[in-house]
């Protein structure tokens, strides 16, 4: 009982002390430009495609895996030379699942929308893949202070 009366003493005292601190001047703050749109267009869309891009990432990594994974597997099999032999072949065969592989989850969809604009030039914008868009269709292009482009339906 004498601990908590203690310990209760100690945490009241502290909550008067850190109210009667005083505080420096007030610091200066900036505000972060509005977010807003910047551009409202109206457009029609010209072509809707959907598109698969290659992610650009450095093959090397899947190859090497899938080689030693593979080799391993196959180290396990038979023996004298054919446990070589399926060594040898496991590297392989696992070299080039791994390169696959790589290759497959390095790929990205998105679905690719033209339009015109109401001045007669054209633009290009991507959006995430399925976007179901129609050529002929009515939209709305709202760019943002960043550059960032949405299309809406009108």
Known sequence: MRKAAS???LLVAGVF???CSTQGPPTQTQMAPARGPTSIQNAEITNVRDVTTAGG???GIGSLVGGVLGGLAGSTIGNGWGRT???VGGGIAGTV???EIEKAGATTSITEVT???ADGSMRTINLPPGSDFRIGER???VTDAGGKVQLSRN
Do not use: F, H, I
């Open 7 to 9: 310990l209760n003493s």
């Open 17 to 19: 002390v850190s109210a």
């Open 57 to 59: 990432r450095q093959p």
């Open 85 to 87: 032999a399926a060594t």
């Open 97 to 99: 699942a791994g390169n």
């Open 115 to 117: 339009v015109r604009l």
């Open 139 to 141: 939209v709305t292009l």
